[in-house]
């Protein structure tokens, strides 16, 4: 059985409380840094308004990221699922928070 804990981690200047396992807390923490940062230069642009908008326009930037990676083999099959879990993490609690 696996022990989870919540993680608190800070996005556009918002708490979320996460509940993840104890072994994944450091990669929810730093996938949440890579989100805040990118929705900070999303806003910081000025072309996006509205924290839900920013947050798809981050989402969509990351996954193409992530596509991009995938094709020059640069993340194995497991560490994709691994974002992939965390990216929805993040979602479910943004959705849950509005």
Partial sequence: MTQSQTVTV???DKDYHIACP???STNLERAAEYLDKKMR???RA???IGAERIAVMAALN???E????Q???LFSTDDTAQ???LVNRVQETLDASE
């Fill in 71 to 73: 094709r020059n083999d």
């Fill in 83 to 85: 974002i992939q879990q």
């Fill in 22 to 24: 104890v072994a994944e």
């Fill in 62 to 64: 990351i996954t193409h």
């Fill in 10 to 12: 800070r996005i556009l």
């Fill in 46 to 48: 000025g072309k996006v």
């Fill in 66 to 69: 992530l596509h991009n990676q």
């Fill in 41 to 43: 230069e999303i806003r």
